[in-house]
């Protein structure tokens, strides 16, 4: 059974602290994609990788960062994690050969406080 | 800047009968994709369509694409009370990535 799996579930971090959300895809896929979900805004599109060392903005970057030094792993990083930043926060990843649909983790519910 | 919108934002339906959601994106594309998301859970993928495709069909759902009004549709014949859900239109757009954008999602409510 293919798998996406986010570090946390739920996360609570202080206003200023530096953190990292961790996802990790077992398919091989080469692409990544980190989304934030808030309500009445769909998902917007964080940052997406589609290659080691590889990393595309997205539409909303400002306040992110990404790493993806292995292939089955693409962390994001909130550089100085803010109360705007509360959301859910979803990794996907897909296969770019194939060009077919995205696998999607269980999200992790970040509150800043 | 979202690709796709979904239309209508939300629907409420009674069980049985059929729920049309429609979907309009603004560029080229190399495919579209319907997903479908349960309360406070990731997606799950529900059918594909590519650009030079014109209808697919998958069990109960039915999606069809309009590349020259840059629309598609998604039908779910016979709902179910378990099809109540969210659904996100996503778009591919041309070219050498996969990069993948959605919409504001449609919510679904089937009454049993």
């Known amino acids: 059974d293919v798998k996406v799996t986010q570090s946390s579930r739920y996360l609570v971090k202080r206003t200023g602290e530096k953190v990292f959300l961790e996802c990790v895809q077992d398919?091989?896929?080469?692409?990544m994609f980190w989304y934030r979900q808030d309500p009445g805004l769909g998902l917007r599109l964080i940052y997406f990788?589609?290659?080691?060392?590889?990393?595309e903005k997205g539409d909303i970057p400002e306040g992110y960062s990404v790493s993806r030094e292995k292939k089955e792993r693409f962390s994001l990083i909130l550089e100085s994690a803010s109360t705007n930043q509360t959301s859910m926060y979803l990794c996907?990843?897909?296969?770019?050969?194939?060009?077919?649909?995205?696998?999607f983790g269980q999200g992790t519910r970040l509150t800043v406080v | 800047s979202q690709q796709g919108e979904e239309d209508p934002q939300a629907l409420s339906i009674q069980e049985g009968e059929n729920a049309t959601m429609n979907c309009s994106y603004k560029?080229?594309?190399?495919?579209l994709q319907w997903y479908r998301q349960n309360s406070g859970r990731g997606l799950v993928h529900l059918i594909l369509?590519?650009?030079?495709?014109r209808e697919k069909h998958s069990g109960r759902l039915r999606v069809t694409l309009d590349t020259s009004k840059k629309s598609s549709s998604l039908l779910i014949t016979a709902s179910r009370a378990a099809d109540t859900a969210s659904y996100f239109c996503?778009?591919?757009?041309?070219?050498?990535?996969?990069?993948?954008?959605f919409g504001k999602g449609i919510t679904l409510s089937v009454r049993p």
């Open positions: 996907a990843s897909s296969s770019f050969s194939r060009n077919t649909e995205a696998f």
């Open positions: 398919m091989d896929h080469e692409n």
């Open positions: 990788s589609y290659d080691v060392k590889m990393k």
């Open positions: 560029t080229s594309i190399n495919n």
């Open positions: 369509i590519r650009s030079n495709e």
């Open positions: 996503a778009t591919a757009p041309t070219g050498a990535n996969s990069k993948l954008t």
